[in-house]
DNA sequence: AAAATTTCCGGAAACGCTCCCGAAAACGTT
DNA sequence: AACGTTTTCGGGAGCGTTTCCGGAAATTTT
């Protein structure tokens, strides 16, 4: 791979490796003729300049990397392909990887990031990501990072968030309005700003509508279908099943679905259900899924345009916090018919 | 960013940029105390080695890249995990790259690929990709590439491909020992080798079983839940409903179910519907779809594996092909309680 | 104590390219 | 015909590293 440089192609036409790189520069400094002759001899001989020499002197690699958790659930997807339709549009190109929920790997990403002089960085963190040293060193060296969904609080940077708090509030609300009292919340891993977030809005919307609010209603359990599967497996034996659930994903509020049907529960009948993401299967379910929509795709497009600032230094440099707002979108799975 | 280079720790130490150098890789070249110095400064300064420059000189960048059409659905990502997994392990970092089903876009994620000096490359084509030119001259300079999936049959070099053939053929013959004898299939853009064998293999189970097949049994309708809808709406609203469904995928599927069901079709009964490639959805849904399921995590890693050998040289350099088997996970929809 | 090794380090070339500077060649001006 | 301009090109330095080679210093051997 890659043998003949442009000093083999200035050997084979007798002219200096300065002419041969202004004929691929395009520089108004050359004949028409030699430029011809130059590129007709790259092409007969296979040439291709090396990027990486390229990159040593000039420092723009137009590459731009983005590093999320994981992308089996559809959210990030969505997400990404909004940062590449502004990045594309751009002339960047966008590298995608995925943490897998390990900080250990997102570090390594990130390294390798760095590594690839990707000139700015999206961000949503994974779930055990407690050590923040790395990104904020990158900060302090005013490397342009944006973070997006998954977000740490304390880390000076620009954010693109959903407004979970109260998203996750009139999602309860719109349970309590239906008569349901007990209403359970799954929730993704408790680390997390976002799950935070999320039982705050719930815990409020209980409070203000002064129903009962333990610790307990609160159930960290998740992304996965498995995972609303499994913690709804549990709440049925133990004989502890709630009026109505809340859940941080559709996934999750589809696994405990699955569980409450198999167990002969009525949905939304004797129980309510609400999932968060809006997800394709949400009309795919029997009965279809109420859910809180958010803008995927827009959310990562907002972020792409934050970072993109950062990058070409237009805008102004202080970090801000995008909030973005949803919709709540009502469906079968927690419209309780007439009730008593 | 990035502003200490090598020459400015070998300055304010008042040593040589080897013996930097020497510090930072670790040859036995040099006096302990001298590299604990060279290291303190370092950390001291904010250094980090130039990978740009380092890649110029040895020509590893222990990077390789990854290619996918799309990653809605969750196939590809699953492939991609088992990637992941190889190469992690062996000190590699993968960079994904999505073409979005556009060749055009494909191409320019291609030349991305190569200026950032992956080592090899990992491709599902688009649906639209039908010039090989770049991939062949990559081929011809001996560029390891690795086609899964989605490939080209022309193209001499390795593959990774699930037996579309058989499995589509066990799959419909599923549904003609059923009972079910007017069966259609609901196939992915024909433009795709996989496409071709699993329409051939739904038409060779038709043919062995004495069935009728016409072309209008197949009916190119795309991979997502969108398409299985329109497509099935388009059947019933034409009065052509068939007996039975074969599909190209779940999503798609569970799009004709969707339809069928809200048109108030009875699954399995009036109708039998088998998807593929065995989605988490398929235990959501109801009734629980039939689907053949695709060892997707384990075909990432035997995909990786070839070209990891290609990259490293061990192994014969011949091409092959790689078929992988799967299995017909049968669930409710497709069976019929009994029949006359 | 001299010779032979070993350890440690600096100089310099190299990787493939870009770009500044200056010189030669071509052209135009009085 | 002598001069100034413009066009075109080559020389060479430099980007930030690694690595080979050789030499000085330290250590061991005779």
Known sequence: MQYVTIKDIARALNVSVATVSRAFNDKYDIKKETRELILEKARELGYKPNPIARKLLQKHSYNVGVIVPEFINSFFPEVIIGIQQVFLEKGYQVIIMQSNE??????????????????????????????????????????????????????????????????????????????????????????????KNRINGFKKALEKHRLPCSEAQIIETGILIEDGERVMEQLISSGNVPEAIFATNDPCALGAMKALKKHGYKIPGDIGIVGFSNSKMTEIVEPSLTSVAQPTTEMGKIAARLLLEQITGTGNADP????????????????????S
């Open 102 to 195: 390990s900080a250990e790997t997102e570090l390594e990403n990130l390294i390798s990031m760095e590594n690839n002089m990707v000139e700015g960085l999206l961000i949503s963190l994974s779930k055990d990501t407690r050590n923040m040293d790395y990104l904020e060193q990158l900060n302090r060296d005013r490397f342009p990072v944006v973070l997006f969904n998954r977000v740490n609080e304390t880390l000076p940077v620009s954010k693109v968030v959903f407004n979970d708090y109260k998203w996750a509030l009139f999602a309860t609300e719109h349970l309590i309005e239906q008569g349901y009292k007990k209403i359970f919340h799954l929730s993704a891993p408790r680390c997390l700003t976002l799950s």
């Open 320 to 339: 801000k916090t995008i909030l973005m707002e949803g919709s709540l979108i009502v469906r079968n799975s927690s419209i309780r018919e007439k009730q």
